[in-house]
């Protein structure tokens, strides 16, 4: 299969409610959440990355961000990134990541890209892990979900899963578990600080 050229996106302007703080800039065993993410996208072949919402100035300093731009529609979900995203990317292939994965790695976009240029009608490969949904680790094919994702965001969706049922899609059942085990909670940072994973 020939390499396919695809734009890395780093979800950052969640509330960060459970945390208490912005996890987009959280440190981690020494390294910014968001800088971890985008440098699993740049290793897996990402052309461009993008962090979209969020601390704007810090996001554009971190390593592995090419672009941070400010998400349209601020408050209004990971859907509203998602739809900011795909009008910013320079590519019709989206890798979407959470920034909060401090153990995501380059395997994962791969794996996502690989499963969707499998057939050129697929729209969206997420992961599917231990029997869930994982709709924030998901390869894109612009091209096919811009308008129904626009549609469904215009409806009132705000979660991504909530439009895969008017997309070809594909679960992706290889994605380690611990790629997209997430740091929600000041307990779970200090777990990560601690070494237990």
């Known amino acids: 299969m020939a390499e396919l ?25 020494g390294k910014i959440l968001s800088s971890v993410v985008a440098m699993a996208l740049k290793e897996a072949g990402a052309s461009e990355v993008l962090a979209v919402g969020g601390d704007i100035e810090a996001l554009a300093a971190l390593q592995g961000i090419d672009r941070a731009i400010p998400d349209d529609f601020p408050g209004e979900g990971p859907l509203g990134g998602i739809l900011t995203a795909f009008d910013q990317a320079r590519h019709d292939v989206v890798v979407v990541l959470a920034c909060d994965t401090p153990r995501v790695d380059a395997a994962t976009p791969r794996s996502l890209v690989d499963a969707l240029t499998t057939d050129p009608e697929c729209a969206v490969a997420y992961a599917y892990v231990d029997a869930r949904i994982q709709p924030l680790t998901a390869a894109w094919r612009r091209s096919l979900a811009h308008e129904p994702v626009r549609s469904a965001f215009g409806r009132g969706a705000r979660a991504p899963r909530s439009v895969f049922s008017e997309l070809n899609v594909v679960e992706v059942a290889t994605i380690s578990p611990a790629a997209v085990d997430d740091v929600d909670h000041p307990e779970d940072l200090q777990r990560y600080a601690a070494g237990s994973q």
């Open 5 to 29: 050229t695809f734009t890395g996106v780093v979800l950052t302007g969640g509330s960060s409610r459970r945390m208490g703080r912005d996890k987009s800039l959280l440190e981690v065993s």
